[in-house]
């Protein structure tokens, strides 16, 4: 249960203390795109889980996720990055699984539903 918290308190910092260490740039992308109100937190835990602790990711929150879109997803990962509480971690690697969890959600979103 307290690694809950510690996400939760690492996604609140995602979503706002970041903003003070992010670039110029990845900040006008997220204003411009309104990337920050487009997916409940929930799927906003969820989703961030996935990226920096390989964990799978639902389809309601792929839904959500193709929703914030390819550039505001991304734009957010590198911000996320930028913040020195992840100094220690790997771009090279969270950015490969940003990629692969935005590839597993997009399979899934264009998969045919099966018939009922």
């Known amino acids: 249960m307290a690694s809950l ?3 939760s308190v690492l996604v609140v910092l995602f979503l706002t203390c970041g903003a003070v260490m992010a670039t110029k740039e990845n900040d006008q992308i997220i204003k411009e795109n309104n990337c920050e109100t487009k997916m ?3 799927c906003v835990l969820e989703a961030f889980t996935s990226i920096f602790e390989t964990e799978s990711i639902s389809n309601k ?3 959500e996720l193709f929703v914030l879109g390819k550039v505001c997803h991304s734009t957010l990962v590198k911000r996320t990055l930028e913040n020195p509480l992840f100094k220690y971690v790997s771009p090279a690697t969270i950015i490969a699984q940003s990629i692969q969890t935005w590839n597993n959600c997009l ?5 045919p539903s099966p018939s009922a």
């Open 5 to 7: 918290n510690v996400y």
């Open 40 to 42: 409940g937190f929930p």
């Open 61 to 63: 929150c792929c839904g």
């Open 107 to 111: 399979a899934l979103i264009d998969s």
